[in-house]
């Protein structure tokens, strides 16, 4: 697979590394938010880790609003992966009969309260020993113990790591969290470590 060129410079989050594991799984919220922003390109080849989809999710992508500001629900474009993945920016992650068997067994046993997105992505994290990219609050909160994949990020931990190391300037991440906010209807929870600094930047 072709790689796109990666800053290898380290930030922390809560006093802890934020990239713990050698990949990023993006489950589909993630993948959402970061196309929806206009820089997914950009915010993938600045992470310092390998980062895949399910070939599952990918052929499942949801829609993003791409109507003009003054009416942004005027038209919506299915989300794209291949450009990132020809470009090397993004790989696919197959999945196999056993993963199968267990994405069915683990949906029945949460009865509707995960997708099977979330799932897959869940137990590729799980299986790869890789974080799992998700604001996919049964993911990170509802599920038993042995179910959590070992590290999860967030997109408010994904976008804050794009904007500080890459330096990005106001007039670009400006229009980023505008996007995210408005074309994948992204609103983050006020618990979040990093919603204050969110707010700060919607007021920027």
């Given at each position: 697979?072709k790689?796109c060129?990666r800053?290898w410079?380290k930030?922390?989050?809560m ?6 594991r050698?990949g990023?799984?993006?489950?589909t919220?993630c993948v959402?938010s970061?196309?929806a922003?206009?820089?997914v390109?950009?915010i993938l080849?600045a992470?310092?880790?390998?980062v895949a989809v399910a070939?599952?999710?990918e052929?499942d ?9 003054e009416n942004?629900?005027q038209?919506?474009?299915r989300i ?5 993945l020809?470009r090397?920016?993004?790989?696919l ?7 199968e ?10 009865a509707?309260?995960?997708?099977d997105?979330?799932?897959i992505s ?17 993911c990170t909160?509802?599920?038993p113990e042995k ?9 408010l931990e994904?976008l804050h ?13 400006q229009l980023?969290v505008w ?6 209807t992204?609103k ?14 919607q007021?920027?």
């Open positions: 697979m790689h060129h800053s410079r930030i922390t989050c006093n802890k590394p934020l990239f713990q050698e990023l799984i993006l489950g919220s959402l970061l196309y922003s206009g820089y390109q950009a080849e992470l310092p880790v390998l070939n599952y999710v052929q992508m949801p829609n993003i609003y791409t109507g003009p500001r942004i629900k038209s919506t474009q794209e992966l291949q450009p990132l020809t090397g920016c993004l790989a992650l197959p999945i196999d009969d056993v993963l068997e267990e994405v069915i067994a683990m949906a029945h046993q949460n509707g309260s995960l997708t997105n979330d799932i869940l137990l590729l994290a799980q299986r790869y020993n890789w974080s799992l990219g998700t604001d996919c609050i049964p909160l509802r599920l179910s959590k994949p070992p590290h999860i990020l967030s997109t994904i790591y794009w904007i500080e190391t890459m330096r990005v300037p106001p007039s670009l991440y980023a996007n995210v906010e408005r074309r994948a992204f983050p929870r006020n618990t979040h470590p990093l919603y204050a600094w969110w707010q700060t930047l007021r920027a």
